[in-house]
Nanobody, 127 residues
Framework: QVQLVESGGGLVQAGGSLRLSCAASGRTFSNYAMGWFRQAPGKEREFVSAISSSGGTTAYADSVKGRFTISRDNAKNTVYLQMNSLKPEDTAVYYC????????????????????WGQGTQVTVSS
C-alpha cells in the first residue's frame, strides 16, 4: 500500500502561483511513477501532469504546458506541482496518484493506470 497526502492548495488570484506537494509513504517511492490529476465540479477527473519513477521523463496536458512544472524528490518521498500563471479554469480539486513502474522512464497519463490516490487539495483561482 502507498499512502498519499496532498498539500499546498488554496485561493489565489488569476496570474498567481501555487506549489502543490504530495507526500508518499508505505513503499519505496522511487519505484513509483507519479501523476497529478484534477476534477472540477460536474466534470470528469482529468490528467494534468506525470513524472517517471526516475524523474527523467515528464508529461503535461496541453492546457497546462508551459505554466505547470512537475518534479520529485525521491529522498523526501515527495512529488511537486509548481503552478504559475494560474487561470480561473484551473480551479479544481487536485489529486496526486502513484503507480508502481518497472520502467524507470515511463509516464502514465490516464487515471486508469494508477492504483493509489490521495484525498485531494482544493485550488481556487479567482478572476
Amino acid at each position: 500500500q502507498v499512502q498519499l497526502v496532498e498539500s499546498g492548495g488554496g485561493l489565489v488570484q488569476a496570474g498567481g502561483s501555487l506549489r502543490l506537494s504530495c507526500a508518499a509513504s508505505g513503499r519505496t517511492f522511487s519505484n513509483y511513477a507519479m501523476g497529478w490529476f484534477r476534477q472540477a465540479p460536474g466534470k470528469e477527473r482529468e490528467f494534468v501532469s506525470a513524472i517517471s519513477s526516475s524523474g527523467g521523463t515528464t508529461a503535461y496536458a496541453d492546457s497546462v504546458k508551459g505554466r505547470f512544472t512537475i518534479s520529485r524528490d525521491n529522498a523526501k518521498n515527495t512529488v511537486y506541482l509548481q503552478m504559475n500563471s494560474l487561470k480561473p479554469e484551473d480551479t479544481a480539486v487536485y489529486y496526486c496518484a502513484a503507480q508502481w513502474s518497472s520502467y524507470a522512464d515511463s509516464t502514465y497519463d490516464h487515471r486508469s493506470r494508477y492504483d493509489y490516490w490521495g484525498q485531494g487539495t482544493q485550488v481556487t483561482v479567482s478572476s
